[in-house]
């Protein structure tokens, strides 16, 4: 978290990879504004499932999906 507060960009929303995520981790992080954002967490399994997806369908909206995972 800190490394990532030191150097993101102030116009990224802060997304986060992890191996595994506790059902805790959404509320978590709204404790944690980050630049007046608040982070949003991913296992690395969804993603890459998503970025296979994208692999093999060039279609697939890889930005939307993410923002539909997180409303």
Partial sequence: MRDYQANANTYSNPLLVANSLSKDVPAKLKEQIMEGKTAKAISGRD????I????TDPNFNVDFELRRLFL
């Fill in 47 to 50: 993603l890459a499932l998503l």
């Fill in 52 to 55: 296979l997806q994208r692999f």
